[in-house]
């Protein structure tokens, strides 16, 4: 999907896709929050085979760079592995955020999994305010995995 939206010209991509930018996309995700990388390269490439739904992982791509991105996996690290499948790895480069980037991604990834046959999806995050813009709303507090404290399960139903 190409958008032109406030000047800027980036794509959204699925990798499923894009099977080529596995290693980059991995080495981006791996650098914004810290995940080990072979939990990424694993994960993307089981989205690449594609032999399920989930995972799936998706990047907005301005030229030849990653301005942004997010995954949808089972679960993003929280006690309550009945609220599956998660949006995960939500991200925008600084220079680039507050331009929509972000709420293009989660519009795209939303209708992508609803094609797919999944019609809810969950997000954990700190953020308020962000996710609710785009359809969210806030379903509980979660325990996040090693977390001393709660944080924020959003839901979507598509």
């Known amino acids: ?35 080990p990388l072979d939990a990424y390269l694993e994960s993307m490439e089981n989205c690449i085979r594609g032999t399920s739904a989930i995972p799936q992982w ?31 790895a939500v991200y925008t480069e600084e220079s680039k955020r507050g331009q929509g980037i972000a709420g293009t991604l989660l519009n795209f990834v939303c209708k992508d999994m609803k094609d797919k046959g999944i019609e809810t999806l969950y997000l954990v995050t700190d953020h308020t305010s962000f996710y609710e813009r785009y359809g969210w709303e806030f379903l509980c507090m979660v325990q996040g995995d090693g977390e001393p404290n709660m944080t924020r399960m959003y839901i979507h139903n598509m």
């Not at 959204?12 to 650098?31: C, G, M, V, Y």
């Not at 301005?62 to 991105?69: A, D, K, M, P, T």
């Open 1 to 35: 999907m190409e958008n032109k939206e406030k000047g800027l010209n980036y794509q959204i991509i699925r990798l499923s896709d894009n099977p080529n930018l596995k290693e980059t996309a991995a080495q981006w995700f791996h650098e914004k929050w810290g995940i």
């Open 58 to 88: 998706y990047m907005a791509i301005e030229g030849s760079r990653i301005i942004g991105g997010m995954g949808v996996i089972e679960n993003d690290f929280h006690d309550r592995k009945d609220l599956s499948p998660n949006v995960c």
